[in-house]
Nanobody, 122 residues
Framework: QVQLVESGGGLVQAGGSLRLSCAAS????????MGWFRQAPGKEREFVAA????????YYADSVKGRFTISRDNAKSTVYLQMNSLKPEDTAVYYC???????????????WGQGTQVTVSS
């Protein structure tokens, strides 16, 4: 079992930045691929970014490429999502998740946090 707790969401103006954190507890953090997903009202949950076990490989949705950066600190059992140049369409609940393989499909992730709200005003 892995427990995930997100933090760092909030209200920000368009063009601003936020840094999300996700702290993990339970089984060995470094044995999991970590991903960030988001879900806006009335929409399906979508992939945002993922990072490999050691942090050496990262993947991004086209919509956030060049603006968001995912990273992890295995010593602190924490994964981060640095979000820059935020747009109103980035408004959503952001979730971190853990998986055994580097995938972008939500259904393939085994553990999920409770989510943190990000609201970008225009």
């Amino acid at each position: 079992q892995v427990q995930l707790v997100e933090s760092g969401g909030g209200l920000v103006q368009a063009g601003g930045s936020l840094r999300l954190s996700c702290a993990a507890s339970g089984r060995t953090f470094s044995s999991y691929v970590m991903g960030w997903f988001r879900q806006a009202p009335g929409k399906e949950r979508e992939f945002v970014a993922a990072v490999s076990w050691s942090g050496g490989r990262t993947y991004y949705a086209d919509s956030v490429k060049g603006r968001f950066t995912i990273s992890r600190d295995n010593a602190k059992s924490t994964v981060y999502l640095q979000m820059n140049s935020l747009k109103p369409e980035d408004t959503a609940v952001y979730y971190c998740a853990a998986a055994s393989r580097l995938l972008t499909t939500p259904g393939m992730y085994d553990y999920w946090g409770q989510g943190t709200q990000v609201t970008v005003s225009s």
